[in-house]
């Protein structure tokens, strides 16, 4: 998924009903066997007591929590589902075959939301017993079944009737919201069952129709899935032999023909990376109006959010594109690495996710090399687990889960974007030959079962002839990560490197006796050919001396080429000065945690004032926005809108408004990211053209390219009034594409007036903004400026009842409360914050919140450390007053 385990078994005798007559039902309403993917649970000795794990900071103690016995063990399931689209609910049979391995008079069962009528069992040729009880343990997600006797060991047959409503909480099974082509109102029954939410929906009328499915593969039971709506689709083959199908809303099948381009370009791409075929027969992607997540894996049928699956050729902007490659990419990969093969339990939910997140990147440069995709990993996802993991409150990327309460929590950014980053540092350690060789032999060897983390170290280990377990161990057992001190001394033509490791924090430093410490792949190059590596060494201890032959004095050396490994380094200044040419990884954190100073930082940025590299200047726009952030609290925030401006316009200058013949991909995502800034900064010109553009695009004289869309309504809105909110609200309410919605909530926050911040805010929960994309609008507002901030972390207090209900504690909470408090810098703020939760309780987010208080100290801290030196050193660079 892009954001129980119980036994793995198949399902089959699969029959679904809708609760409408069958002549009332539209020719295009799909009840589907195309579109169901079935799964099952997991095959592990479920008495074993699980507290969640390695508490870090002041995490609070996790309470026990046990597992499913294993006394009775299912077989195969069979499921008959009749959901009513009219009342909202459905009605549920299970007849499933089981392995009594123990006498028992319980049998216990993961049950969520539903309600059960009646149970039976029935022994192998014996007569049925229907149960006399029903314990629900609500918050465990368990029912206990018991019966007057003992069932006996053998096989036998548990009937259970039940019934459950269909919610509104985009979890389990639930109903999304969306209008026809004729602009009438709809619902469609859609199931998300990732993590546990799988446990709420399983269990005539000759009127209804029946739709039938075969067994299915011994499979997960949160990868089940099945639809039932009114879709149209776009159809093709892969090159293996594949069905491919894209089911969209009625009218908008050419937007699916992106996502099934890369659909069957990936499925051979996966087949001759794996070596092993993909096991079913098709494979269907659906885009489900309302839905918290990005995508959802489901063995056969992946389930995305609109703006994950459906582009528009004339109204999708590029980035889209991208997205939905990536997107695609990442859930296809998880029919191997997740379905093919399921993690043994949540604690390995990185091996999942973090694989997935890694090798999206190499399937999308193998569909679209043009896209320069790896070096944009290292902006989207490498920099952002860096970030998380230097915090005190980071977690190890393996961490123990027990209850299901848990799983939540660790649907971040360790699991899924640290864990890519040292997937991809150990695919690079291993070699790509023998790292697919490894990844082959567990995908054979573990089809159709449960694996754990070690189980892929083994056959990695086994592959290569390198220690796999020894060293990634000390990358996903531990939190954090190192900083790597490299000092160097001139022999002749020798250089001699002083290589040493410490925790790097973003408090400081870290010190004392208990530092952490890892094996850390190390690859060096030299300005003689920055693109191979001249020596590759495992810095296993503290600290190391190697020597590089042949290196002259005139040559510059620079670790970590390509940003594979996952650290930062620190070189000496003699060093850096000789690398700042070659040097691209720019960061703020070191200035954060007090080790450079800031001032440095911003010396360093202006030296790439001509730089054209789009990578390069998305981590200059995020650092920059993370700058003019924390001085939103100080009276000298225009001067850095200045710096920003001054640096920008050149590059905004040479791009001009207009894409250019031989322009490609890269160019439209840069044009579209330097515009944005410069509007936002206040650039005079680019605001009046936007303005300009704007008002032609509304009066319908010119309509803007999408990729501009979001620059020039960024600005505008950024230095506009009430009568420009009123326009965009009206150009959001006429979109027809979710991307254009989506687009336009992500901006509105940029208003400034405070009564327009508020109509923004309470456009947030309103019928018009889809329920997951609240969390945007807010976001928009915290993320906007220093009034929005207050105003957008009032307005989650004043609604906390409505929106935490709304979203019942899952990821879309801890989004929530990380994009609206996240940019505080006021100490007292991380005080009224984590007051505000230790009465507003939030378990799936506890983490977060600890994490955000966190960030709003080291805020405070920069700020105070920092704030005088900056000020001093914008001031100097608008030189002398002039009178």
Not at 810 to 830: H, P
Request: hydrophobic share 40%.
């Amino acid at each position: 998924m892009l954001l129980l385990l119980g036994r793995r078994v198949p399902l089959s005798l699969y029959r679904l009903t809708t609760g409408c007559p069958a002549s009332s039902l539209p020719s295009s309403v799909l009840i589907s066997s195309a579109l169901i993917k079935l799964t099952a649970i997991t095959r592990v000795t479920h008495s074993t007591v699980f507290v969640s794990g390695q508490n870090t900071g002041t995490m609070p103690e996790r309470r026990p929590f046990v597992r499913l016995p294993a006394d009775v063990y299912p077989v195969n399931y069979g499921l008959c589902l009749k959901p009513d689209l009219i009342v909202f609910t459905f009605e549920g049979k299970l007849e499933a075959v089981v392995e009594v391995t123990q006498a028992t008079n319980q049998i216990v069962m993961n049950c969520a939301d539903i309600d059960i009528i009646t149970a039976s069992f029935a022994p192998q040729g014996g007569e049925e017993i229907n149960a006399t009880g029903f314990n629900y343990q609500n918050e465990d997600e368990k029912v206990t079944l018991s019966f007057p006797s003992a069932l006996q060991k053998g096989a036998g047959t548990l009937k259970v009737d039940f019934v459950g409503e269909l919610n509104d909480k985009m979890k389990g099974f639930y109903r999304s919201k969306y209008s026809n082509p004729a602009g009438e109102i709809r619902y469609a029954a859609v199931t998300q069952f990732e993590n546990v939410t799988e446990r709420n929906p399983y269990p005539e009328d000759e009127n209804l129709v029946e739709v039938k499915f075969a067994t299915t593969p011994i499979m997960s039971t949160y990868l089940v899935a099945f639809v039932i709506g009114e879709y149209d689709f776009v159809e093709a083959q892969s090159s293996d032999g594949i069905t491919v199908r894209v089911y969209t809303p009625v009218g908008k099948s050419e937007q699916g023909k992106f996502a099934l381009e890369v659909a069957t370009k990936t499925l051979p791409f996966y087949n001759d990376y794996f070596n092993v075929p993909y096991p079913l027969p098709k494979i269907d992607l659906i885009a489900i109006a309302d839905f918290a997540a990005g995508a959802m894996e489901n063995w056969g049928l992946v389930t995305y959010r609109e703006t994950a699956l459906l582009i528009d050729s004339k109204n999708s902007c590029s980035s889209s594109r991208q997205w939905v490659a990536l997107v695609v990419g990442h859930e296809l990969a998880h029919q191997w690495f997740g379905n093919l093969v399921t993690m043994e339990w949540w604690t390995h939910l990185w091996l999942n996710e973090g694989f997935a997140s890694w090798i999206e990147y190499l399937c999308v440069d193998h569909c679209f090399p043009e896209y320069d995709i790896w070096t944009q990993f290292v902006s989207a996802d490498y920099t952002r687990a860096l970030d998380l993991d230097a915090l005190d409150s980071s977690h190890p990327i393996e961490v123990n889960v027990g209850h299901p309460s848990e799983v939540d929590e660790i649907f971040d950014a360790i699991s899924y974007s640290k864990g890519a980053s040292v997937i991809r540092m150990l695919h690079d350690y291993t070699g790509d030959e023998d790292f697919r060789k490894g990844m082959n032999a567990y995908l054979l060897k573990f089809q159709h079962k449960n694996a754990c983390t070690e189980d892929l170290w083994d056959c990695l280990e086994q592959a290569s002839g390198k220690p796999i377990a020894e060293v990634m161990s000390s990358w996903t057992k531990q939190m954090g990560f190192p900083i790597i001190e490299v000092e160097e001394e001139q022999q002749g033509d020798d250089r001699i490197v002083k290589l040493s490791q410490k925790k790097f924090c973003a408090s400081g430093p870290h010190s004392g006796e208990d530092c952490p410490s890892w094996m850390v792949p190390i690859s060096i190059c030299t300005s003689e050919d920055p693109t191979c590596s001249k020596l590759k060494v495992l810095l296993d201890r503290a600290e190391t001396t190697i020597t590089l032959s042949g290196v002259p004095t005139e040559q510059w050396i620079k670790i970590n080429p390509g940003t594979v490994g996952f650290y930062r380094i620190q070189y000496s200044s003699s060093m850096l000065e000789r690398l700042l040419p070659g040097v691209r990884d720019l960061s703020l954190q070191p200035s954060r945690a007090g080790m450079i100073n800031t001032v440095q930082v911003l010396t360093l940025m202006e030296a790439f004032v001509n730089e054209p590299n789009y990578t390069v200047w998305s981590d200059l726009s995020c650092n920059l926005g993370v700058l003019s952030s924390l001085l939103s609290h100080t009276d000298f925030h225009e001067d850095i809108q200045e710096f920003i401006r001054d640096l920008f316009t050149p590059i905004g200058l040479e791009l001009g408004w207009d894409c250019k013949p031989g322009e490609g991909h890269l160019d439209a995502l840069l044009r579209s990211l330097v515009l944005g800034k410069l509007g936002k900064a206040g650039h005079k010109p680019t605001l009046e053209e936007a303005r300009r553009r704007f008002r032609d695009h509304v009066e319908g004289k010119q309509v803007l390219p999408a990729d501009l869309r979001s620059p020039v309504y960024l600005t505008v809105l950024k230095h506009g009034d009430s009568a420009t909110l009123e326009t965009m609200m009206k150009l959001h309410k006429l979109a027809d594409m979710q991307e254009e919605r989506n687009r336009i909530e992500r901006v509105l926050g940029a208003i400034s007036a405070p009564d327009l911040i508020q109509k923004v805010l309470t456009f947030a929960l309103s019928e018009e903004v889809r329920p997951q994309d609240t969390v945007l609008v807010i976001g928009g507002v915290a993320d906007s400026s220093k009034q929005g901030r207050k105003a957008a972390w009032k307005f989650v207090k004043d609604n906390w009842e409505e929106l935490y209900n709304r979203y019942q504690g899952g990821f879309l909470i801890s989004r929530l409360i990380k994009l609206t408090v996240n940019g505080f810098a006021i100490d007292k703020m991380a005080a009224e914050i984590k007051s505000f939760f230790e009465s507003h309780p939030a378990p799936s987010a506890e983490r977060t919140v600890e994490q955000c208080c966190e960030n709003i100290l080291l805020n405070a801290a920069w700020l105070k450390r920092d704030a005088d030196d900056i000020s001093q050193y914008l001031l100097k660079r608008k030189g002398p007053p002039t009178g």
